[in-house]
């Protein structure tokens, strides 16, 4: 179903009104954050994660937090943009960015925001291909954690992934170890552990990454949060990758290197019969 109406501020508004300007600082400095998320059942799924995510960002970007901006009230404004787009089900997208500002030190912090709706797409798609992207590295600075507006290195990733004939790209550091993927987080099963890089590596601080971490020892699994080389590509048993949106999909094959699938799909059907 179109996206017929969007949130603008706190005001619902047609989804082709004009809701930005030529000094909007997301648009002339990636001055933002957003977050994907999924609202079923008349909840957003693991929205205390977002709204931690995104208030942390908030604070290392040095944004105010008005009294409004809160989860409640900001969950109850995505409820209302649901129902007035008729979607029962919805792949939400929260977008942050400082007040508009030409000049590249900004006026003031305070927050805007534009909220959208979307068709939600199935949990655990289809399994993924990957290759490695080489062309850029990621920083592991403060931002690195955060999902900022600033999305050229993920563009420029599924652009070389497609073009080659992939489905995904995973995502080096500035030390050249194994990050994520374009848009998620990174495991690997090796031996008796499952493995992921840590967020000091410079990986996205996923929603679905930490409900993970700690629901798989409690289900027995030995999970170890490190730093992953590249060699493990070709070492690992298996492979998969998490997302709030599409939650665990499978990774057939890095380059030229195949994986099978059993304990990814015996993790799939444990976070499937989860009360969440």
């Not at 996206?3 to 990636?30: H, K, M, Q, W």
């Not at 008005?66 to 929260?94: D, H, M, S, V, Y």
């Not at 068709?119 to 999902?147: C, F, M």
Request: charged residues 25%; aromatic residues 8%; hydrophobic residues 40%.
């Amino acid at each position: 179903m179109p996206n017929r109406f969007i949130n603008c501020n706190g005001e619902l508004l047609d989804a082709d009104t004009p809701v930005v300007t030529a000094s909007n600082r997301s648009l002339r400095y990636g001055d933002g954050l957003f977050e994907t998320m999924r609202w079923e059942r008349g909840r957003l799924t693991l929205g205390d994660f977002h709204f931690e995510r995104l208030f942390r960002g908030m604070g290392i970007l040095q944004m105010e937090l008005p009294p409004g901006f809160r989860a409640a009230n900001l969950t109850e404004q995505i409820r209302n943009l649901c129902e007035k787009n008729r979607l029962e089900t919805a792949r939400i997208r929260f977008n942050v960015y400082r007040e508009d500002s030409p000049a590249l030190f900004p006026v003031n912090n305070r927050p805007r925001f534009i909220i959208e709706t979307a068709e939600l797409p199935l949990l655990n798609p289809e399994p993924v291909r990957a290759t490695l992207y080489t062309d850029e590295k990621k920083s592991t600075g403060i931002l690195s954690n955060l999902k900022i507006n600033n999305y050229l290195l993920y563009i420029m990733a599924s652009r070389y992934a497609g073009q080659n004939g992939y489905d995904d790209a995973l995502i080096q550091n500035a030390d050249g170890r194994l990050c994520e993927a374009t848009s998620s987080n990174l495991f690997f099963i090796s031996g008796n552990k499952i493995v992921t890089p840590s967020l000091s590596e410079g990986c996205v601080a996923g929603v679905m990454r930490r409900q993970l971490l700690g629901l798989l020892p409690e289900w027995g699994y030995t999970v170890l949060e490190t730093a992953i080389p590249k060699a493990l590509m070709d070492e690992a048993d298996e492979a998969f990758l998490t997302n709030a949106i599409h939650g665990i999909r499978p990774v057939t094959s890095i380059g030229n290197k195949k994986f099978p699938q059993v304990l990814t799909q015996e993790i799939i059907r444990q976070l499937s019969a989860f009360p969440d």
